[in-house]
């Protein structure tokens, strides 16, 4: 495995998180309208966080789980990773607000410019189905490099039930996910599967290295 601390990340194409940069403004609006706070409760919960853990949100957007996180347990370190600069710069201002010290980087998922095994948990939610086939792979086997032993990736993206529509959506039916995530290394979970007041079924996977 190798350090990739003092990398710079390539550029690379990458999908907004509302899928066009003009709908950003959308984003925290849609976060309350859906229910999706309820599921980043979950996964903080899931996460089984203790005093001193190191924390990365993979695809932290605007920072909502972040912020749940370090509301619930002020002694962890948080980081979060995201290629899009104007997310980040939202981010941050709510952490300045919220009085939250966290460390967020400009970067890709596939790509994360951390050395081996520098966290005790990742998080992710409803990022996976952004990226292409290759680079969920790439993720996973990141996310897999930068957990300590005994870590835990904690997990949520969209569920669909078929394999019509867009290429990058078609790894995510049924079990799809539990199995990439179980090819990267992991012992994972039975999915937790969750409703949103819109946007579908999103399930929720709890992944542990060893």
């Known amino acids: 495995m190798t350090d990739k601390s003092s990398q710079l990340p390539a550029e690379r194409d990458y999908l907004p998180g509302m899928g066009r940069h003009f709908l950003l403004p959308l984003y925290d609006l849609l976060h309350v309208v859906s229910g999706l706070h309820a599921i980043h409760q979950e996964m903080v919960t899931l996460a089984g966080l203790r005093a ?106 969209a569920v669909h039930g078929h394999g019509h529509g867009h290429a990058h959506l078609q790894d995510n039916v049924g079990d799809a996910v539990t199995k990439r995530i179980e090819a990267a290394g992991f012992t994972v979970e039975p999915t937790r599967l969750r409703k949103l007041r819109v946007l579908g079924q999103v399930g929720i996977e709890v992944a542990s290295v060893h």
């Open 52 to 157: 001193g853990h190191r924390v990365l949100d993979v695809g932290c957007g605007t920072g909502n789980l972040l912020r749940a996180t370090g509301k619930r347990y002020r002694d962890v370190e948080l980081s979060g990773v995201d290629p899009d600069v104007k997310m980040l710069a939202r981010a941050e201002r709510k952490f300045r607000r919220a009085g939250l010290p966290v460390r967020l980087d400009r970067g890709f998922a596939q790509e994360l410019a951390y050395p081996d095994g520098s966290f005790d948990r990742v998080f992710s939610s409803l990022m996976l189905h952004h990226l292409d086939t290759p680079s969920k792979d790439e993720m996973l086997a990141e996310v897999r490099r930068v957990l300590r032993p005994g870590g835990l990736l904690v997990l949520a993206d």
